[in-house]
């Protein structure tokens, strides 16, 4: 029933803005719920009181009466008391957010706003709201029949205790999902500051000097602002791509791959991309045939590796990069010997934002070995470390070896096994 409510619900949205109004009205559309628009406080007022919404999504700074006052009389009037109300705010004052919420708001969404953010809080307030009501109902009903029903009143206790226990589990992922917002706003707000510090004083000694400097010298510079925008790219990529695995949204499509061309190119680009800073050493059993591997998600996955590898190493350390095939697997090996991770760290490695308690001022977010996690779990593989402090770490990916025969590669892929040892199916 509560599930059934919270599809069928009805979200009133007041805010002056034609843009956040037409934004939000198209993806709230689009999840299925209906859908009520007021401009200003009274005509909110006035809707909420004849249409009854489920949930209100309110802007703080509207002309005439604001959000704050236009909140105070819905919780006033027993009408419109109890609809959840959700402040949208640009204010980062935390005495605002506290005054909305003294006001009986159940939560705010800062702008600008992320869609999924938006439509994820909605879902959690709209399932609270009908779970609290559901409850109030049962408490109301079992009050009333205690004396006469003592079986009735067990049963309906057990569904209050499952209601309960559904109640603690929508809070305890509004928690969850808050936190991670949080750890989300300040790691990449921490790597933003770099490059986008590189970006603007390069900019500003180009237009201050560059009519007396050389072309060498300008280009300096421009490369300055060029790694610094592909910092900013990967950053956002890094994320985008570890959203899209959070919620299940990763295609998974495995094709016949030639390890051993598809490491060794690997392998020459990262070396040509380092150059003389580290030295890449390739080791490769040449007897895996041909498994199905996601080449997209297995390039993820080594050049997080790889990469890591190179990051937390000295300059003119080596990175050995490994891998064979053992009965049904397919192994692969990165090692370094850099600054190791600490033990108490190991076990929260794979979690997203997290980072080992030594890295010190080496820059990062704590998203690689995450991304790579969610690759090796699509492909049901494991993953594994072994590190000392200062001597240096291994990581170990298992993966599943499946092969295909002739016939069914020719139906698969439309090529027999000699036409595809032709190619070189590396994606670059």
Known sequence: ????????????????????LKVLSEAIANSGWEILVATDGETAIDQS????????????????MDGFETCRRLKSNPATNE?????????????????????????YITKPFQTEEVLARLKVHLQLHFLTKQLEDQNLYLEERVAERTADLQQANQQLRELEAQLRKALAQEQEFNHLKSRMIIAISHEYRTPLTSILSSSEL????????????????FQRIREAVQRITDLMGNVM???????????????????GVFVRDLVDDMQQHYGEQHRLMLNI????????????????????????????????????????????????????DGIGIPRKDQHNLFNAFHRG???????????????????????????????????GTTFTVMLPRRVLDADQLLKVTGKSIPDYQSGSHFLH
């Open 1 to 20: 029933m509560t599930i059934n409510k919270v599809e069928q619900a009805t979200i009133l949205i007041v805010d002056d803005n034609p843009t956040n």
């Open 49 to 64: 009181e004849y249409a009854t919404p489920d949930l209100i999504l309110l802007d703080v700074m509207m002309p005439g």
């Open 83 to 107: 609809i959840p109300v959700i402040f949208m705010t640009a204010l980062n004052d935390t005495v605002d957010k506290i005054k909305g919420l003294s006001l009986g708001a159940v939560d």
């Open 206 to 221: 180009l237009e201050a000097y560059c009519h007396r400097w050389d072309k060498s010298k300008q280009s300096q510079h």
């Open 241 to 259: 791509f570890l959203n899209k695995a959070e919620f299940e949204q990763l295609e998974f499509q495995p094709t016949p791959l030639d390890l």
């Open 285 to 336: 059993d040449q007897n895996c045939g041909r498994p199905l591997f996601d080449s997209k998600l297995l390039l993820q996955i080594l050049t997080h590796l790889i990469d890591n590898a190179i990051k937390y190493s000295p300059n003119g350390g080596k990175v050995l990069i490994k891998f064979a095939c053992q009965n049904n697997q397919v192994i692969f090996e990165v090692s370094d």
């Open 357 to 391: 308690s030594n890295v010190e001022n080496i820059s990062g977010t704590g998203l690689g070995l995450a991304i790579v996690k969610k690759c090796v779990d699509i492909h049901g593989g494991t993953i594994s470390l072994n590190s000392d402090i200062s001597i």
